[in-house]
Each structure stands twice: as C-alpha cells, then as structure tokens.
C-alpha cells in the first residue's frame, strides 16, 4: 500500500519499499485499484464518506498475504479505524471483510522484523542519522524499537539518539492546519532537538511528518535533510 502522501508527493519513499522487499524475496504486487485508506476522513469525523475507501481497500487487498506501507499512519488506521468504519456502516459482509484484511496490514518494520524475520537487511548508509519515532508507529501500532534494530544494523550509519523522541512532532495531518500555531510551536522543538544531535540525516517512518519537519528544518537553513526509513534501508554501497 503505496499511501496517498508517498503516491502524490513522495514516491521515493513508495519505490525504495518495493526496491527492499524485491532484493529481500519477497514477491511484490501493487494492486492498481488501491486509493485512500479513509484516514483523513475519520480523523475529522466523517466516517460515513470513508465508507466507500474501506471497500476500495478490502477489494484492493482482499487476495494478499500481507499489506506492508511505508506508513506507521495509514498502517495503523487500516488496523484500527476500518472495523469502527465497517460497523457504523450496518454491512455485516464489510464488517467481515474488513476483519480479514485489517490485521493483514504492517508498517515496513514489522513486516521486515516480525514476518522476515531479518533487522539486517543488506543497507549502507554511510551519514550521521537520527531517528524520529512518529506518534501512531508508536502508539497506535506499538512498533517499539524495530525501527532502531533495523537502523543498528545499517553498515556505516552514526546513529544518535534524539532527546525527547517520543514527543510529537506536531504534524497531526489536519492538526497542523487547523491548530497551525501550536503545530508549528510543537515542530519547533522537535527540530531543536535534531539540530542537537549534530545529525545530517532525519530519519522516520512516516513521509507525513518529514514533510512537516523538512520545512521547518529548511526554514531555518539547518542543513539537515530527511529520508524515509525504507530509503536508508534501500541505500547500499555508492547509494545514498
């Protein structure tokens, strides 16, 4: 599941997936008929317009092992919000459908620790990085320190341990526009805190939180740029 933000604005993030799955096996489908997981919709209370996108999905992916997204977000909504969805619908036949295919859902990490098997995928990426933990990777999907793991075991990473990483970034996707303020207030300090870490790379797992770091570290010339987990773990030798 490629994920609207990665599809419209950040396909690196969506390739370098593929690209890690492929050299580690795995056979890789991208069902075309795949859209929205509904998030945004449920998120601001309209469950009944994400009706339609949690039919979409349950038909997109009904034929699958396994759902992997480059996205701790729309993993977790997948996970969590589609049953709420399907129930409030009164279609026992989505609500059965739903709660086969939910559970099928991981963000990349848990697909490559918990399913493969694997924290050393093969990667090289020779930069000082430090590594955002975002809210629903943690919180809604308990990812823990997989992410970590699989960073540990990069060949020539400087990985550094980011203060306060458990605090949001601020992002919250309809948050940082509603409440625009305390969003870019919250980014802030998350990005004071990187810039501490002395890092030239930050890292996390979800494109929508690099989006809303990435401009604020640009604004204030830090020199830091970001990378998606699934990039890092895509860069070998000569690649970055």
Do not use: W
């Not at 919709?41 to 992916?61: H, S």
């Not at 993993?75 to 609500?95: C, I, K, N, P, W």
């Not at 640009?218 to 990039?231: D, M």
């Amino acid at each position: 599941m490629v994920t609207c933000l990665a599809d419209g604005l950040f396909p690196d993030a969506g390739k370098a997936t593929v690209r890690l799955l492929r050299r580690l096996g795995v056979e890789v489908d991208f069902p075309d008929a795949q859209t929205c997981c509904g998030q945004p919709m449920v998120n601001t209370g309209y469950l009944d317009e994400a009706v339609p996108l949690v039919r979409t999905y349950v038909d997109a992916f009904a034929d699958y092992d396994h759902v992997v997204a480059p996205s701790g977000s729309c993993a977790g909504s997948v996970r969590h919000q589609h049953a709420l969805v399907a129930r409030r619908s009164g279609d026992e036949g989505l609500v059965r459908a739903v709660a086969e295919t939910s559970p099928r859902a991981l963000e990349l990490s848990e697909f490559l620790v918990d399913v493969l098997g694997v924290e050393d995928v093969g990667a090289s990426y020779p930069h000082r990085v430090t590594y955002h933990p975002t809210c629903h990777s943690l919180r809604m999907l308990g990812v823990g320190d997989r992410p970590l793991r699989l960073l540990r075991a990069v060949r020539g990473i400087d990985l550094v341990e980011l203060p306060h990483a458990e605090e949001c970034c601020g992002f919250g996707g309809t948050f940082a526009v509603k409440n625009a303020d305390t969003s870019v207030a919250m980014g802030g300090d998350k990005v004071r805190h990187v810039r501490e870490t002395g890092a030239e790379v930050l890292v996390a797992g979800d494109s929508s939180c690099l989006m809303h770091l990435s401009g604020l570290l640009s604004r204030q010339r830090a020199g830091v740029r970001v990378a998606h987990l699934a990039e890092v773990l895509a860069a070998q030798e000569g690649i970055s």
